[in-house]
Every structure is written in structure tokens, then in C-alpha cells.
């Protein structure tokens, strides 16, 4: 099992590439605002870091969907 806490999904500690290296599943927590965002690539499907561990075998990723602090606008 792995968790984070902390900003986003902690991609500045373990990126999506570093993930994939790791191939050991499990459960994935990310407690970080937003860190179940999937980014749009253009003509791609969308990415994002909870993808990244579904991708290389982990069990369950759960993230969070929304942000902690919404801009008003």
C-alpha cells in the first residue's frame, strides 16, 4: 500500500514514468487536492497520475476529484 498527502498527486516526488518502473500492486492513496485530475493531450486520451498506477498494475488507485481551493470565477 502507498499513500501521499500532500499538493496534487506528488508528481515532484514520483513521476508517472517512475511509477510505471515500480510495478509492484497494491493500493494507491492520493490524498492530494485533485490528484484524480486527468489532463487533456490533445488528440490523446486524457493522463494523469492515478492512471499511471492503474497502468502498471497496482490494484486500486484512489485519488481525489476535486480541487481544495476553487477559483471564484
Known sequence: ???YCGHNAGESYLNAY???RLHNGGVAILMGCGSG??????EYEPFGPVLAYLMSGWYVAFPLAWR??????
Open 1 to 3: 500500500m502507498s499513500s
Open 18 to 20: 517512475e511509477v510505471q
Open 37 to 42: 485530475h486527468l489532463r487533456p493531450a490533445g
Open 68 to 73: 481544495a481551493c476553487e477559483d471564484p470565477a
